[in-house]
């Protein structure tokens, strides 16, 4: 939005799906991706670095090369925007993080099943806002009007999401959980790691099944507010659909980093409640006045910051984390 350039070009694409469909496999074959067992807080954090290290670099490496192709003002322009979606994108996933410890806690899954319904889950994702973020970049260069539509229900999201920000969702009562509980076969507990089985000649499905039913969905469920978060920084394709994808490939890290201390951050969600009026805000005046993207970046990082360290403060007296 700060600049109507698109960067994105054929190869540019190319190569950052084949590196992202590596590193997917490289996460479910070569790092423990095919072996049940739990993730440790250490083992979590290491992660969380790797990716956020590989998106700096990414971020890095794009710059050097609009610099050399467009000039300095279009790198670091880009370069920012990269940051700052980045960064939102990131936070929004925190959210994500407290309904998987939901899910979990609902289902009862063991601590060595969760990585591998999370990692189905990183890769639905992935493909769901993929066809999201295509839509969405075609929709507003068709209809700029639909920029006030995004900004409209952000505004009211980060509303709704202070209003209730300490309530607790019923699964019990999720409409979709129950009509699938009476029309699938399922087994009475784990089967490992499975989704299903077949017993006796007839496939049954496994718990786990459901839960990653109910993962997918709170995946589409927060896609739609995030996608429209990121378009307020930028429309540029690319740089949407990048920033956007290292954010949750690094999602699966973060949750076994947080589980254990996702008490700690309860005050976040108000924060993350704020950055969602924030841009929605940004959003319904981009015609009437553009933030910039470093104030914008400064915005978001500040409220971040603030409710991170004011939760850290409130439950300072609460146990360490244990691995």
Do not use: C
Not at 26 to 50: M, R
Not at 171 to 179: A, D, F, S, V
């Amino acid at each position: 939005m700060e600049t109507a350039l698109n960067i994105g070009e054929p190869w540019m694409w190319a190569v950052f799906i084949v590196f992202v469909l590596v590193m997917l496999a490289v996460d479910l074959f070569l790092v423990g991706g095919n072996k049940a067992h739990k993730v440790s807080f250490k083992e979590a954090a290491a992660w969380s670095l790797v990716w956020f290290g590989l998106a700096m670099l990414f971020n890095l490496g794009l710059w050097w090369y609009l610099k050399g192709s467009y000039g300095s003002e279009i790198a670091e322009t880009k370069a920012m925007e990269f940051l700052t979606g980045y960064l939102i994108e990131k936070s929004l996933a925190v959210d994500n993080i407290f309904v998987f410890l939901m899910i979990f806690g609902f289902f009862a899954v063991p601590a060595e099943y969760q990585r591998r319904v999370l990692i189905y889950g990183v890769i639905g994702a992935i493909v769901m806002r993929a066809i999201m973020i295509l839509a969405g970049a075609w929709l507003i260069q068709e209809f700029h009007w639909i920029l006030y539509l995004f900004g409209a229900f952000l505004v009211v999201t980060g509303i709704k999401m202070l209003i209730f920000a300490e309530a607790e969702p019923d699964l019990g009562r999720n409409p979709l959980l129950n009509w699938l509980k009476g029309r699938m076969r399922l087994t009475p507990d784990y089967r490992g790691e499975k989704f299903w089985v077949v017993e006796n000649g007839v496939r049954m499905f496994t718990p786990l099944f459901l839960v990653l039913i109910m993962i997918e969905l709170s995946d589409l469920v927060f896609a739609v507010d995030s996608i429209p978060a990121i378009f307020a920084i930028t429309t540029d394709p690319f740089i949407v659909f990048t920033s956007n994808i290292f954010a949750i490939l690094g999602l699966r890290a973060m949750y076994f980093m947080l589980a254990g201390v996702a008490d700690r951050f309860h005050l976040l969600k108000y924060g993350l409640a704020m950055v969602l009026v924030f841009v929605g805000v940004k959003m319904l005046i981009v015609d009437f006045y553009k933030i910039p993207i470093g104030l914008s970046l400064g915005i978001v990082g500040l409220i971040i910051a603030t409710f991170m360290f004011t939760s850290l403060w409130v439950t300072r007296k609460q146990p360490g984390v244990r691995e």
